[in-house]
């Protein structure tokens, strides 16, 4: 886009994309994911992803995060082409790098929210501790209970706890709030919002409500498989000023 020669050298965005295509399958049945998405994407940035369903944005998400691999195009991140790792050297990225939230909290519903986080904390390098986690998320009052205690959206928030324990780089959220209400919804991106405030993490979240839109730093839009739309948000709301 020409967004992206004015936003300077590679070396200084985080993530570098270039000609990032996705199909899947083969002959007539083939779809086309992505096509031919070109983003520069700066450390530290909120960026919210709008699009229809189908538009391409979890398969961009998952391409960014080392989940899935791309057709054609390159992808770097702090200069390191994830695009040409072999699966080792990818699974190391996406376990020292990202963490992912998903509208679905997969937590263990026999374990604590301190145990949820745990699991993450024990196997990480430089973690924080789970009450630390927890507490950035709202939830210090919340330690010793289990999922089936928690709300919908308390349960997402140990989900974020859980995501940012081991301090990645970049968070991706594909529709955290999707299953949940505004109100509760709010909370969630509150979470998600000072995480990346407090952290500086860099925070990818992908949303079909336009209204979050307001919250970020940037604003990618997709359809059809194409970045239709890539706009800068200088004056951010904060998630309680967002109504839906
Ligand atoms: P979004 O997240 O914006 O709803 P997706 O990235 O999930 O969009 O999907 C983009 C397109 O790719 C859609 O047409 C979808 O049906 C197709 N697609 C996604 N995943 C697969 C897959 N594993 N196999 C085949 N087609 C897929
Ligand atoms: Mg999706």
């Keep these: 886009m020409a967004n992206s020669a004015t ?14 295509t996705k199909i899947y399958g083969e002959g007539p049945t083939a ?10 994407l700066p450390k530290s940035a909120m960026v919210v992803l709008l699009g229809a369903s189908g538009s391409g944005k979890s398969t961009f998400l998952n391409i960014v995060g080392g989940l899935d691999d791309a057709t054609s195009g390159q992808v770097f991140f702090e200069g390191l082409e994830l695009t ?5 050297a990818l699974t190391e990225y996406r376990r020292n790098s990202v963490s992912f939230v998903f509208q679905f909290y997969n937590l263990v519903a ?19 501790t789970p009450e630390e986690a927890l507490a950035m998320v ?23 706890a859980r995501a940012i324990a081991k301090r990645p780089k970049v968070m991706l959220c594909d529709e955290p ?17 000072q ?13 079909h409500n336009v209204v979050i839109a307001d919250m970020a730093d940037r604003i990618l839009r997709f359809a059809d498989g194409e970045l239709v739309e890539d706009r800068d948000n200088p004056d951010r709301s904060a998630p309680a000023e967002l109504q839906w």
């Design 7 to 20: 936003r300077g050298a590679e070396a200084e965005s985080l993530y570098s994309i270039h000609g990032l």
């Design 31 to 40: 779809v086309k994911a992505l096509r031919n998405v070109d983003l520069e």
């Design 84 to 88: 040409a790792l072999d699966s080792t």
């Design 110 to 128: 026999s374990l604590t929210a301190r145990e949820n986080v745990s699991l993450i904390t024990e196997i990480a390098e430089n973690p924080m």
């Design 138 to 160: 709202g939830l210090e009052s919340r330690i010793d209970h289990f999922p089936s205690q928690l709300s919908g959206g308390e349960q997402q928030r140990v989900a974020i």
């Design 177 to 193: 709030t999707g299953a949940l209400d505004s109100q509760t919804g709010v909370k969630v991106l509150e979470a998600l919002d």
């Design 195 to 207: 995480v990346n405030r407090e952290l500086g993490t860099t925070t990818l979240l992908i949303t």
